[in-house]
Structure formats: structure tokens, C-alpha cells
């Protein structure tokens, strides 16, 4: 399974979009990809979810994906959990995500919402339209495909391991000191 996922998502991922279609386009890639990212990252064992509970993926501040999301959560399963999708307006309650997309109404809102969960063990994933902060994930589009850059530094100062197979398959990484 893990093996198949590697293999469709540089597929997934470099699908070149036209300029009028991309926010669309981008955003029903990266809905698919969301849920599978927890696949590939190993959090402290104070922070695994309990046998039987999903992983949480948190939407923090505006939701781009809606349904979309919902739809792709629904048919991950990693190991034996599943992805249970969470929209919160803000950073309360955050600390029982495993995944948080953020986005605020403004750059600055996004910006306050990452040093908010600073402190947790949360995978944060933001995207372009978010302004120049960055979460330990970033979409961006490069070359009319959506790719992703990787904060393997920052993930490691919250405790969070990623697998060397999602590191390979990034754009970029900031690796761990």
C-alpha cells in the first residue's frame, strides 16, 4: 500500500494545471494528499493515537478543500486508524491534532495561528496563498505543478519523524541540524 502511494503521488502531484484552473486544480490535489501525509511521519508515543481513535487532521482558519477533504479522509486508513477531518476557527483545541492545515483570514492571522501551536506535536501544512509563513509541510506551485517543501528541522524539534520516502519526494527540505 505504502509503496503504491509513493509511486502515484510524484504523478499526483506534477500534474500541470492551465493558469485559469489552478486554485481548483490545487486545491482537489492537495485534499487528496492531506490524509496521506500522516502515513509518513511517526509521532512521539505520548502523541499516537489510542488504539481503535483516528489520527486527527485539523483544518485551522479557512478550509479551501470542504468536501473534498472529507471525501479523502474517509478512504485513508493508516495502520489501524483512520483520518478523522476537524475544522477549527483557531488554535483551540489544536492540541489533539496530529495534522493541521492552517490558514488564517490574512497572512499575519496564519502566521499567529503556526506560533500558536509552536509548542505541540502537530505536523503543520500551509500552502502559497498563506503569505511567506510556512508550515513544516508547504504546498507551493512550481512550474504549474503542485509540489511541497518540507521543514524536516522544525518537525524534529516537535518530536515528529518523517520518513525518508516522503523527504525524497519533496521539492525542498530544511534538514534537521
Not at 492551465?18 to 511517526?42: H, N, S
Not at 512521539?44 to 493515537?49: I, S, V
Not at 471525501?71 to 493541521?100: K, M
Request: a positive charge; aromatic letters at 6%.
Amino acid at each position: 500500500m505504502r509503496a503504491a502511494f509513493l509511486l502515484a503521488l510524484p504523478g499526483c502531484l506534477s500534474t500541470s494545471v492551465p493558469a485559469e484552473a489552478q486554485p481548483p486544480a490545487t486545491d482537489a490535489v492537495q485534499a487528496r494528499f492531506l490524509p496521506k501525509f500522516a502515513r509518513y511521519v511517526g509521532w512521539p508515543a505520548a502523541r499516537r493515537p489510542a488504539p481503535g481513535a483516528p489520527f486527527q487532521l485539523c483544518v485551522i482558519g479557512r478550509d479551501p478543500y470542504g468536501p473534498a477533504l472529507d471525501a479523502a479522509a474517509a478512504s485513508e486508513r493508516v495502520d489501524d486508524h483512520r483520518v478523522a477531518v476537524r475544522r477549527l476557527p483557531d488554535e483551540r483545541g489544536a492540541e489533539t491534532c496530529h495534522l493541521a492545515f492552517v490558514r488564517g483570514q490574512q497572512p499575519a492571522d496564519t502566521g499567529r495561528l503556526l506560533l500558536a501551536l509552536r509548542t505541540l506535536a502537530v505536523l503543520t501544512i500551509t500552502d502559497q496563498r498563506a503569505g511567506p509563513q510556512r508550515g513544516m509541510v508547504h504546498f507551493a506551485s512550481v512550474a504549474g505543478r503542485v509540489r511541497f517543501f518540507i521543514n524536516d528541522a522544525e518537525a524534529g524539534l516537535r518530536g515528529l519523524t518523517i520518513s525518508s520516502r516522503l523527504l525524497a519526494l519533496a521539492a525542498g527540505v530544511t534538514q534537521r541540524r
